[in-house]
């Protein structure tokens, strides 16, 4: 009767241990082991790498360092090398070869590369101001506002005239605005022309001094002279009706090598084209 009871207990105890602590998960059939090898070789690999860069590095320095100040060659009777070997020990002056211990990378040797990526940010930087000035010398914009104005016509090389009914070629854009509008330089310049000129009235020729030229024809009142320099954005001139027109509005025109050719391609989308209301 006790050895009943305590197989009892002993069968009890099992079971609470086995709900306790789970079933023994099952090991995968060679699975670990393959994929311990996997993430040994790939470190190893890893390693490889590491290393073949560090060298790849250090010997790149070390052929910087023989070109740019040279090994000397030791006497032979020299016995602390280059430290202590005078010019009798050498027998002639130091004369290092200029293409001693040069690597080539891509090509060139390692020096050469050296001095490009050294040279390359004062060359970017001294070029900054050339590249703003050239940039400032595109007529890109509007030389007047159309909050209260609309484009009137089109650059084209077929168009009647509406005063004299003829046909001719329209060699700028007409943008309708009221008469007084600020017109202002598309881009830095020089005026080359300000006056009146038959059918454009009064016009200001704008050089831009890289084979560009803007005009600004009909004006009502001319701001600049000949000679001056202006800026993108500085008013020089007012808009008006001068000269063959039927009403107020700038003729802006732009001409490269004195070619005239289309000013929307240096002016922004979605110009309106149509009278707003109230004008």
């Given at each position: 009767?006790?050895e009943r009871?305590?197989?009892?207990?002993r069968?009890?105890?099992?079971?609470?241990?086995?709900?306790?602590?789970?079933?023994?998960?099952?090991?995968?059939?060679?699975?670990?082991?393959?994929?311990?090898?996997?993430?040994?070789?790939?470190?190893?690999?890893?390693?490889?790498?590491?290393?073949?860069l560090?060298?790849?590095?250090?010997?790149?320095l070390?052929a910087?360092?023989?070109?740019?100040?040279g090994?000397?060659?030791?006497a032979?009777?020299?016995?602390?090398?280059?430290?202590d070997?005078?010019?009798?020990?050498l027998?002639?002056?130091l004369?290092?070869e200029p293409?001693a211990g040069?690597?080539?990378?891509f090509?060139?040797?390692?020096p050469?590369?050296?001095?490009?990526?050294h040279?390359?940010p004062?060359?970017?930087?001294?070029?900054?101001?050339?590249?703003?000035d050239?940039?400032?010398?595109?007529?890109w914009?509007?030389?007047?506002?159309?909050?209260?104005?609309w484009?009137?016509?089109e650059?084209?090389?077929?168009?009647?005239h509406p005063?004299?009914?003829?046909?001719r070629?329209?060699?700028?854009?007409?943008l309708a605005?009221?008469?007084?509008?600020?017109?202002r330089?598309?881009?830095?310049?020089?005026?080359?022309?300000?006056?009146?000129?038959?059918?454009?009235?009064?016009?200001v020729?704008v050089?831009?001094?890289n084979?560009?030229?803007?005009?600004?024809?009909?004006?009502?009142?001319?701001?600049?002279?000949?000679?001056?320099?202006?800026?993108?954005?500085?008013?020089?001139?007012?808009a008006?009706?001068?000269g063959?027109?039927?009403?107020e509005?700038?003729h802006?025109?732009?001409?490269?090598?004195?070619?005239p050719?289309?000013?929307?391609?240096?002016?922004?989308?979605?110009?309106?084209?149509k009278?707003?209301?109230g004008m």
């Amino acid at each position: 009767m006790a050895e009943r009871s305590e197989l009892r207990m002993r069968l009890e105890l099992s079971d609470a241990h086995l709900m306790r602590v789970g079933p023994r998960p099952a090991a995968p059939a060679g699975g670990g082991r393959r994929w311990r090898s996997l993430v040994l070789r790939a470190r190893r690999r890893k390693w490889w790498a590491v290393g073949a860069l560090s060298a790849v590095i250090a010997v790149e320095l070390v052929a910087l360092l023989v070109a740019a100040g040279g090994v000397p060659v030791v006497a032979p009777g020299s016995r602390m090398g280059p430290l202590d070997a005078s010019a009798e020990e050498l027998g002639a002056p130091l004369v290092i070869e200029p293409n001693a211990g040069r690597l080539r990378l891509f090509g060139e040797p390692v020096p050469t590369v050296a001095r490009w990526v050294h040279e390359l940010p004062s060359v970017v930087v001294s070029g900054v101001p050339e590249l703003l000035d050239w940039h400032e010398r595109i007529p890109w914009g509007l030389p007047v506002s159309l909050e209260r104005g609309w484009v009137s016509s089109e650059f084209s090389m077929r168009r009647v005239h509406p005063v004299t009914g003829e046909p001719r070629p329209h060699y700028g854009i007409d943008l309708a605005v009221d008469e007084g509008t600020p017109i202002r330089a598309t881009a830095r310049g020089v005026v080359t022309f300000a006056g009146r000129k038959g059918g454009y009235g009064l016009i200001v020729f704008v050089d831009h001094e890289n084979g560009v030229v803007t005009r600004y024809a009909h004006c009502s009142k001319l701001l600049v002279r000949v000679g001056e320099q202006v800026v993108r954005g500085e008013k020089i001139a007012l808009a008006g009706k001068t000269g063959v027109v039927t009403g107020e509005h700038l003729h802006y025109e732009v001409r490269v090598n004195g070619t005239p050719v289309n000013p929307r391609a240096y002016l922004p989308d979605g110009l309106p084209d149509k009278r707003p209301p109230g004008m």
